[in-house]
């Protein structure tokens, strides 16, 4: 029985389960709002407030603690220098997990995994990838309306 074993084994190895929740924490940190599986944003969230709350420190052993999770030091230094001072007043909760439904194919319950106040960001891209759409529908529709009345007649 599994008295007393807190976490999720997302049915890896320690290893692997380490490096998933080490790269979980940089893409959201990297693109503020991530899709992901329900159980992997729960095991995640832990590791991204702890960085977050490294970050909000700010001195040279936080850095590196952070360096040992996350090892790419842009990333690392926009976490120092951008996101940590948003929430400097916040003693916790940097984390959002929103339940999206079952995913077709192997019905796994999906989650939007997000950084708290970056709502916005996320809206943005929607708003971008929405505006592309109807350009590349414009384009298409031009195309197709140019290529209709251009019919010769034959000679016989």
Known sequence: MRHQRAGRKLG??????????ANLAASLLEHKS?????????EARGV?????????????????????????????KELFEDIAPKYADRPGGYTRVIKLG????????????ELVGYESVKAEKIAQKRQK??????????????EAPQEEPREE
């Open 12 to 21: 890896r190895t320690y290893s692997h389960r380490k490096a998933l929740l």
């Open 34 to 42: 991530i899709t992901t599986t329900t159980a992997k944003a729960k």
């Open 48 to 76: 991204v407030e702890r960085l977050i709350t490294f970050a909000k420190k700010g001195d040279l052993a936080a850095r590196r603690q952070v360096l040992r999770v996350i090892r790419n030091k842009d990333l690392v």
């Open 102 to 113: 079952r995913r077709s194919g192997d019905n796994a319950p999906m989650a939007i995994f």
């Open 133 to 146: 759409r109807e350009e590349k529908a414009k384009e298409k529709s031009k195309e197709q309306e140019g």
